[in-house]
């Protein structure tokens, strides 16, 4: 059995990227863990997600808001966590730039009946 660890707020930019940066962290047959820096980053007018997999989601740091169809925008700060179920269509419409904010995202695949 081999362990690996790691430190969610090492290497964290000193400075605004120029995208969000996507850190997977441990992929275990249908869960894939993921550390997401943003630093001003929102998604586009018509860049909404529209994902294959259920993703919970928790702020570890900084602010956001996360726009989520048909229910509206809602804002997060250090803490806030939110259960997205595949294809809940949702997109970024502000995060903190500086300090960062800091996701940790886990995505879980949807099972295949049979």
């Known amino acids: 059995m081999s362990t690996q660890g790691g430190n969610l707020f090492s ?6 990227l120029t995208e969000e940066e996507y850190d997977p962290l441990l992929s275990h047959g249908p869960v894939r863990i993921e550390r997401i820096v943003s630093t001003g980053q929102t998604a586009p007018e018509t860049g909404w997600f529209d994902q ?5 989601v928790c ?3 900084g602010s ?3 726009e989520i169809e ?3 925008e809602r804002g997060l700060v250090r803490g806030d966590w939110l259960f997205l179920p595949a294809h809940c269509r949702h997109r ?3 995060t ?5 904010t800091v996701w940790l995202a886990v995505f879980m695949a ?3 009946a049979g």
């Open 92 to 94: 970024v419409t502000y």
């Open 70 to 72: 048909g229910e509206g």
């Open 52 to 56: 294959e997999e259920d993703e919970w």
């Open 64 to 66: 956001a808001r996360l």
């Open 110 to 112: 949807q099972r295949r």
């Open 96 to 100: 903190q730039a500086a300090p960062p």
């Open 59 to 61: 702020l570890l740091e």
């Open 11 to 16: 290497g964290l930019p000193d400075h605004l």
